[in-house]
């Protein structure tokens, strides 16, 4: 009895190296490019029921910290 015991818990402590989760790579964001005010030229374009504003040939999303230059 002591012997199933025994090779129980060495059964367990084997498995629980084992892990099911597989390897997670996190990337970091490229550099985000914040304008506080847009100048008065911009243009606001609806993609994709997405409102965006169009300036000086690229397209910005506002956000609580300003207006972040995105790729669409």
């Known amino acids: ?3 199933y015991l025994v090779y129980t818990l060495v059964l367990v402590f084997v498995l629980s190296f084992n ?3 597989n390897r997670v790579v ?3 964001p490229a550099k985000v490019t914040v304008v506080k005010k847009l100048p008065r030229q911009y243009k606001v374009v609806q993609l994709r029921g997405k409102r965006y504003y169009f300036f000086n040939g690229k397209h910005h999303r506002k ?3 300003g ?3 995105v790729r669409v």
Do not use: G, L, P, Y
């Open 26 to 28: 996190v990337k970091q």
């Open 63 to 65: 956000t609580r910290k």
């Open 67 to 69: 207006f972040v230059v």
């Open 19 to 21: 892990s099911c989760a």
């Open 1 to 3: 009895m002591m012997r």
